[in-house]
């Protein structure tokens, strides 16, 4: 990801502020917990805000664990995942929309997001692949491709209004 250094404090502003706004415990901790439930509960939340917060959760994973990685995530309540790919195509990230859906289609399950032993054992078959050639390598490198972070970026920035009164 090569953003310019203002791009990279807009969304280090963001962050910072789905981390005090969401993740905080009754003491004010962060919490990893709190802010994935803050996640699931995303379509609740004000937008432009939900999309960002989801955006930044979603990719987040991704970037540290590939798609198998965000396919294993268990969020609370578990909400569908059209949530992420909708939130996706909302900031222009359509691409990392398309493989998400391709990686939930290729999953095989009526209800993907309420399965998570079933999708742990389909994803087995992935992680015993060292070639690399598997379906969800490709599709991974196509999020990698499609610059989500520049367009979330771009997404604040034509939002700014919302978020200069939040920072």
């Not at 962050?15 to 803050?38: H, Q, T, V, Y």
Request: proline fraction near 3%; aromatic fraction near 8%; glycine fraction near 4%.
């Amino acid at each position: 990801m090569d953003l310019s250094r203002s791009d990279d404090l807009i969304l280090d502003a963001a962050w910072r502020m789905s981390l005090n706004k969401l993740a905080r415990d009754a003491k004010g901790r962060f919490s990893e917990s709190r802010l994935a439930e803050e996640v699931s509960d995303a379509a609740n939340t004000n937008e432009p805000y939900s999309t960002v917060l989801i955006v930044l959760s979603a990719q987040g994973i991704i970037d540290n664990g590939g798609l198998c990685a965000f396919l294993e995530s268990d969020w609370p309540h578990s909400p569908p995942y059209d949530l992420f790919t909708v939130r996706c195509r909302k900031i222009g990230a359509t691409a990392s929309a398309q493989a998400i859906t391709s990686a939930i289609d290729w999953l095989g399950l009526e209800e993907p997001h309420l399965e998570q032993a079933k999708r742990d054992a389909l994803l087995d078959d992935f992680r015993d692949d060292e070639t690399g050639t598997h379906l969800l390598h490709k599709l991974g490198a196509s999020i990698y491709d499609d610059d989500v972070w520049q367009k979330l970026v771009d997404f604040i920035k034509d939002n700014s209004d919302y978020f200069d009164q939040q920072i």
